[in-house]
């Protein structure tokens, strides 16, 4: 059975930091392109930052470019996101995705798994 399970959220004020993880089961996560998405309430799930297969490279959703750090650990199946100078507008539920195909990842299409999401609020 294919788990994601995120963790690490909850309220912070602006200005502040937070540090999500993911922890993945059932697959080997070394095949997998890893991201994160959120979604706020009324909005679509939208993109926020990925990451390719071995770490090398990394992609950044233009608002928290410089903010935000998404990093992967393949021999313990975790993935991270580092979130500084958080923002009320920053305020979502957070999902990790995984996908083994070759797909734009900044869309939702090609994307296996799901976790369910923590929530991050930040209050101004």
């Known amino acids: 059975q294919v788990q994601l399970v995120e963790s690490g959220g909850g309220m912070v004020q602006a200005g502040g930091s937070l540090r999500l993880s993911c922890a993945v089961s059932?697959?080997?996560?070394?095949?997998?392109?890893m991201a994160w998405f959120r979604q706020a309430p009324g909005r679509e799930r939208d993109f926020v930052a990925g990451?390719?297969?071995?770490?090398?490279?990394?992609y950044y959703e233009d608002s928290v470019q410089g903010r935000f750090t998404i990093s992967r650990d393949n021999a313990n199946n975790l993935v991270s996101l580092q979130m500084n100078s958080l923002k009320p507008e920053d305020t979502a539920v957070y999902y990790c995705g995984a996908t083994s195909g070759f797909g734009h990842m900044k869309t939702v299409a090609p994307y296996d798994y799901w976790g369910q999401g923590t929530q991050v609020t930040v209050s101004s």
């Open positions: 990451i390719n297969w071995k770490g090398s490279f990394a």
């Open positions: 059932g697959i080997t996560m070394a095949n997998y392109r």
